[in-house]
């Protein structure tokens, strides 16, 4: 049985085995998933995380034989695979997420506090449906609750800690270039005590 | 091909096509090598590259940079990288590493010539480009598998069997994809560049002519 293994005996047989072809063919299968799971990652990124890499199975560059070729080939369609089911668990989320706010907006009494941001729903954009009490605790005792959806993503400007940062150093090297007769007047305004 | 479509466009100097090995060129059809030489010394990069990287950066968004993968000549490089067992996301195709160093530092940093040329124009094409000291260059240059006993210049030990270079008529310069050899690359004594590029399958040739043109062009306006 061992010598049916033994390419020889194919070759006595007219049986070629041309291994070039298969990496070849191999190669197209990868470039073929590789393509498939680019695809996926671009359209997970954002929504969930996609386990898309797959290690170097060289140190360095170099012709891959048919078992290595094979490898990264089938770990390229677990990828896809895992991938896909990343996508699938995320969308059944996000429809689920979208059936609540829909209850929500019919029945705000009974999703006291219930918060669900557009992300939850994979919108893209800040923003949530927030059920909260009509007046305050007012509200609360009446049972009077509403969703409130908020108007989008705060407008761009420099955060309040940079601005105390600048306001604090530009006082201090106010005061160093106004040395002591400066301190003086400070001290004069009321601005320190 | 390469020196007729140069022609065509009147642009001197043409590329040379550079040779590759046939059981390698069996194995991977459309891999090839080009190059151009172009009289520049390194130094800082002028206004208008600077500007131009600016510009660059200006047009570039990270959300370009997710879905670069799905362009066709950035997904051609991440093949090739996986077919010769490198890992994409690890040692990253140029145009992807230069993308993701623009999201990082807030812009492409300038890092002076010819460095600043190649850049915008991997950038621009996506197209794998890289730079020699043509000076110590001996002959055409080639991609080819190590011989045993080879190593590359200044890297200690020898290379490990097969693996895939860039070389010249004498000895491997460096690794495709990888480390320059000593002696090879850029440095402050250079004062002729041959800006190679490596073209693999699924890249177009007008693709790698126009990225050799823009990175000369660039090198030769300084």
């Known amino acids: 049985m061992p010598a049916l293994l033994k390419r020889e005996e194919f070759a006595g047989l007219g049986t070629g085995i041309d291994e070039r072809r298969a990496r070849l063919e191999l190669r197209r299968q990868i470039g073929r998933l590789e393509a498939e799971l680019a695809g996926l990652f671009g359209e997970a990124f954002g929504h969930t995380e996609v386990a898309h890499r797959v290690d170097a199975v060289a140190s360095g560059p170099r012709l891959l034989d048919l078992g290595e070729l094979e490898a990264i080939r089938d770990r390229l369609a677990e990828r896809i695979g895992e991938a896909r089911q990343a996508l699938v668990e995320r969308r059944q989320v996000e429809d689920e997420n979208r059936a609540l706010v829909e209850r929500m907006l019919a029945a705000p009494q009974d999703f006291k506090w219930v918060r669900v941001s557009r992300q939850d729903l994979g919108l893209p954009g800040c923003g949530h449906w927030h059920s909260r009490p009509r007046l305050g605790p007012l509200g609360m005792l009446m049972g009077w609750w509403r969703v409130k959806v908020s108007s989008g993503c705060p407008l761009a400007r420099r955060l309040a800690a940079v601005d105390d940062e600048v306001e604090a150093r530009e006082e201090e090297a106010g005061r160093g270039e106004a040395g002591e007769a400066g301190r003086a007047e400070t001290r004069q305004a009321g601005l320190c005590s | ?222």
């Open chain 2, 1 to 222: 091909m390469a020196d007729l479509a140069a022609e065509r466009l009147g642009w001197e100097p043409a590329p040379r096509q550079g040779w590759v090995a046939p059981h390698i060129a069996s194995e991977f059809p459309g891999l090839g090598i080009a190059w151009v030489e172009v009289d520049a010394k390194p130094g800082r990069s002028p206004d208008s590259v600077r500007r131009r990287l600016r510009d660059l950066s200006d047009r570039t968004y990270g959300s370009q940079a997710i879905r670069l993968r799905e362009r066709p000549i950035p997904w051609a490089y991440r093949v090739f990288f996986r077919q010769i067992g490198l890992d994409p996301d690890r040692t990253r195709i140029p145009v992807e590493q230069l993308t993701l160093d623009r999201l990082h530092d807030g812009g492409f940093a300038s890092h002076g010539l010819p460095a600043d040329a190649l850049n915008i124009a991997i950038v621009e094409t996506g197209v794998a480009l890289r730079a020699f000291d043509a000076d110590r260059l001996a002959g055409s240059l080639c991609i080819r598998d190590s011989a045993p006993g080879e190593s590359l210049p200044g890297a200690p030990g020898e290379l490990p069997g097969g693996t895939l270079t860039i070389a010249d008529e004498e000895r491997p310069v460096a690794l495709l994809f990888g480390a320059t050899g000593e002696g090879f690359g850029v440095v402050k004594e250079t004062r002729r560049l041959a800006l190679a590029s490596v073209q693999v399958k699924g890249v177009p040739q007008i693709a790698v002519e126009e990225a050799l043109w823009m990175a000369a062009s660039t090198l030769e306006a300084a």
